[in-house]
């Protein structure tokens, strides 16, 4: 019994972390939920198993995605102020919240996401809007460029609404804390939607950043006992090897077709989510 656990924890987690490193959400978003309704894990068990991961995988797929200079460093570092300070106040609350709450509030904040990508993709049918730098973005260069390998060219971009995407970057920081998901189904739509960041780049700015923002909370669930070895060991070697692998996948997609699996994704896991949350 223990190794076929052992065996679908594995399974579960190789899925993960490729759909992760794929839509820069670090493999939680979609892992917890998977362990809690096909495994039975409690919910707080499962994040903080999914935070350890976070914290141990997120070089695999962010080492991949700085090297092929995507990655906007500058940004990620302006964005993690504020993301670290929230996982320390969500991580900080996660002892006392009741696992009802913390599902609905994980599923709310999915089906958020997915609503805000949809809508921008059905009024635009690239995966962002290119406009200027706003006046913090222009003060601190925060605007970038990469070669994109789908399309065969470079493409340039500049960052708008910039102190927006650092106050939803806070959120998600508190969301990471709570439920151990790292933050990237909150800051890829912000960086994409809201300031104007190709879908390539917030995906792999999102991972450069998951590392960081997983490790401030990650000492919270230690602490607090929420991190059983023998839940974490295999989530972390899967998701090792799968958000390596869609770290490399990620360069020879369009940024449009990863929209909409990004979308589809996190709109069927928040609404399963909501509903175990509320007793159906």
């Given at each position: 019994m223990q190794l076929l656990f052992t065996v679908y924890a594995l399974m579960i987690a190789l899925g993960s972390g490729f759909l992760g490193a794929l839509l820069g959400l670090g493999g939680g978003v979609i892992m917890v939920p998977l362990m809690v309704f096909l495994l039975g894990v409690p919910i707080h068990i499962a994040s903080g198993a999914s935070i350890v991961a976070v914290v141990a995988t997120s070089s695999a797929s962010a080492s991949v995605y700085v090297r092929d200079e995507v990655t906007n460093m500058r940004l990620g570092m302006f964005?993690?102020?504020a993301t670290t300070l929230g996982a320390l106040t969500g991580a900080s609350f996660v002892a006392m919240a009741a696992?009802?709450?913390?599902?609905?509030?994980?599923?709310?904040?999915?089906i958020y996401a997915s609503t805000v990508m949809w809508y921008q993709l059905r009024n635009n049918r690239?995966?962002?809007?290119?406009?200027?730098?706003d006046w913090l973005a222009e003060r601190l260069s925060l605007g970038g460029s990469y070669y994109?390998?789908?399309?065969?060219?470079?493409?340039?971009?500049?960052?708008?609404?910039?102190?927006?995407?650092?106050?939803?970057?806070?959120?998600?920081?508190?969301?990471?804390?709570?439920?151990?998901?790292?933050?990237?189904?909150?800051?890829?739509?912000?960086?994409?939607?809201?300031?104007?960041?190709?879908?390539?780049v917030a995906v792999a700015t999102s991972n450069f950043m998951i590392g960081v923002t997983a490790a401030a909370s990650a000492l919270?669930?230690?602490?607090?006992?929420?991190?059983?070895?023998?839940?974490?060991?295999?989530?972390?070697?899967?998701?090792?090897?799968?958000?390596?692998?869609?770290?490399?996948?990620?360069?020879?997609?369009?940024g449009v077709f990863l929209k909409r699996v990004f979308v589809a994704v996190l709109l069927l896991l928040g609404l399963r989510m909501i509903a175990s949350g509320v007793g159906f």
């Open positions: 964005l993690e102020l696992e009802s709450l913390l599902k609905t509030v994980f599923g709310l904040s999915l690239r995966s962002w809007v290119n406009k200027p730098n994109d390998e789908a399309r065969g060219e470079k493409i340039s971009y500049g960052v708008t609404r910039t102190l927006n995407t650092f106050g939803v970057s806070y959120v998600a920081g508190i969301i990471s804390g709570l439920l151990g998901i790292g933050g990237g189904g909150i800051k890829v739509p912000a960086m994409n939607v809201v300031s104007s960041v190709p879908m390539k919270v669930y230690i602490r607090h006992g929420f991190c059983d070895g023998f839940v974490t060991a295999p989530v972390v070697l899967g998701t090792l090897v799968g958000s390596y692998i869609g770290a490399r996948v990620t360069g020879r997609l369009r």
